[in-house]
């Protein structure tokens, strides 16, 4: 062979071409006969080439999904996204390159059903395929186990799981099917439910024994079951229905110190044992009777206790105050000047102290501010003197207590008639000019109170022809025992008055020597001080339960 592939060569680099002559006819025969031949030995020996390269690319490609066994000592440096369905050993060197590495290699333990070659993120499909398994969340503590099997019998492997885990695991005939698996230092706990998801199989623990079946099975069980506890729940019912209805009858007095009988009657209806208990209401001394068993007694008297509680009170006290504009700014209720925070409280002059805002323009006036005093003798002894000195005129001095969410009024008023003349009749006409106080406190549990106020004051004209309305409506929260300012209502009153010697001074011309006229402006605001005060009321010591023998 090696002369027929030297006379081959020398064919082929036109030897035998040039020196064609020298040759014999015989020669040159077997020179192109063995040409040919070795021609068609080159192609087989390029097949066997190509084969072999194939096998070792498949071989090359296993080796890469059982990288969990073997590490191989390449890292991929950069793998472009591939169709896991169109990924080959060629296209891993096409899109990548592995270089040698003595570092720790960068392809982990992972499963090789779920591994893509080149570390392609799995596919949709693979995650909804793991998504039906156990949650992997859930807390195992069982004993580490290693086991790999091919198409074992799952009742084999109950066993194995049963020895390791020293626990008593029963099954029956309808428990079949084949595991493959491959577990290196699993819980056998989890393994186990890895089993039994592999086979649609269900357990259930009751104590040391695991009982495992269908989960048809266990559903239908666990059914069953829930029937039964149902039924035994209605059972124990009907027996204690029936032990009250056979229970003695009792009557009891309930009378009521704070609520209304016919109010907490409709809170008893819903206890009284049906077709047995009676309850009724005596008006006249607000009390209850109530004839039922004895546990029913019971309960409706922890039902009245909740509901039988003394309502709070609150004692308003008002002063309505028609002062001039000094009058406020002396009392320190005035909001000028200020620049402390809103929660803390500025000193003014008098003794009175108040919480006024930040920000506040000066000279701003006011519409509700908080005094806090020690009570309502210092606030009556500045008005005392303001009266005094012309500075204010006390209007009224309301109080007035109000039970918790009750709306309590104070009016004061004059009913004024009016003639109406017309060409055909005279028509008397009436209206009010009423000063009144309507207000509806809400005690919360701290102690604040919160007052729905409604102040008016109307006042007549001198000549009867109409009035004056001054009216404040408002919503506001103070705590027991402080006060509360409200006010920015003006008025201003203008006045001629004339001054003189009585008789000359209505002489004609001359009467100006002997008069004068003055001419007087005046501007007032209404004031309204509130104080609540919340009164304690005490349970009365009374005995609120009397028991009388069933007849």
């Known amino acids: 062979m090696p002369g027929a ?45 190509a084969v072999v390269l194939t096998v070792t690319g498949c071989v090359t490609g296993k080796a890469g999904e059982s990288a969990s066994e073997t590490p191989a000592s390449v890292s991929v440096e950069k793998i472009e996204s591939v169709p896991a369905e169109e990924m080959n050993i060629w296209d891993l060197f096409s899109h990548g390159r592995a270089s040698e590495s003595l570092e720790k290699p960068m392809l982990q333990n992972f499963p090789a059903s779920n591994q893509q070659r080149g570390g392609i993120e799995p596919s949709a499909e693979a995650e909804t395929e793991t998504s ?7 807390k195992y503590t069982g004993t580490p186990m290693t086991m790999e099997f091919v198409d074992a019998d799952v009742t084999n492997i109950l066993r194995l799981i049963g020895e390791v885990s020293n626990l008593n695991i029963i099954w029956g005939p309808e428990v079949t099917g084949t ?46 079951q829930g029937k039964e506890i149902e039924e035994e729940r209605r059972r124990r019912f009907a027996e204690a229905q029936a032990m009250r209805e056979l229970e003695p009858l009792e009557t009891r007095y309930f009378p009521l110190d704070f609520a209304n009988a016919n109010q907490i009657k409709s809170h008893l209806e819903e206890i009284k044992t049906k077709d047995r208990g009676t309850l009724t209401v005596d008006e006249r001394t607000n009390t209850l009777i109530m004839r039922d068993t004895v546990s029913t007694l019971a309960e409706a008297e922890k039902t009245i206790e909740r509901f039988d509680t003394p309502v709070k009170q609150i004692m308003i006290e008002a002063r309505i105050v028609d002062a001039t504009t000094g009058f406020s700014r002396d009392l320190g209720v005035e909001w000028e000047s200020t620049y402390e925070r809103y929660r803390d409280k500025t000193s003014f002059a008098g003794s009175f102290a108040t919480n006024a805002p930040q920000g506040w323009a000066r000279n701003m006036g ?52 009016r003639e109406i003349v017309t060409a055909d009749q005279i028509k ?11 207000v509806t406190p809400t005690v919360s549990f701290n102690d604040f109170v919160t007052m729905k106020l409604q102040v008016t004051d109307d006042k007549p004209y001198d000549d009867g022809s109409g009035k004056t309305k001054k009216e404040i409506d408002t919503t506001l929260m103070v705590k027991s025992g402080e ?47 509130v104080t609540p005060r919340v009164i304690e009321t005490g349970r009365s010591d009374r005995k609120a339960l009397e028991t009388r023998p069933s007849v």
Do not use: H
Request: charged residues 25%.
């Open 5 to 49: 592939g030297s006379w081959c060569g020398r064919l082929r680099n036109g030897w035998c071409s040039e020196d064609r002559s020298m040759l014999s006819k015989k020669t040159r025969r077997i020179c192109m006969t063995r040409g040919k031949r070795n021609l068609l030995w080159w192609f087989v020996g390029a097949g066997i080439c």
């Open 132 to 138: 039906i398994l156990p949650s992997m969340e859930k």
């Open 179 to 224: 595991v493959s698996m491959r577990l290196r230092q699993v819980p056998w706990d989890q393994a186990l439910d890895l089993v039994l998801a592999n086979n649609d199989l269900g357990k259930e623990v009751r104590g040391n024994v695991i009982w495992v079946t269908t989960r048809k099975k266990i559903e239908e069980i666990k059914a069953a």
């Open 366 to 417: 006011f519409s509700i501010a908080r005094i806090t005093t020690r009570g309502l003798a210092s606030l009556d002894a500045s008005l005392a003197l303001a009266e005094c000195e012309n500075k204010a005129t006390i209007i009224s001095a309301p109080r007035v207590i109000a039970s918790n969410g009750e709306k309590a009024v104070i009016r004061r008023g004059d009913e004024i008639y």
């Open 428 to 438: 008397t006409e009436t209206f009010e000019a009423t000063l009144s106080l309507t």
């Open 483 to 529: 006060t509360i300012v409200i006010g920015g209502i003006y008025t201003e009153d203008n006045q001629d008055l004339e001054s003189g010697i009585p008789g000359l001074r209505n002489l004609p011309v001359l009467g100006w020597f002997f008069k004068a006229k003055t001419k007087s402006m005046g501007k007032t605001e209404l004031l309204i001080f």
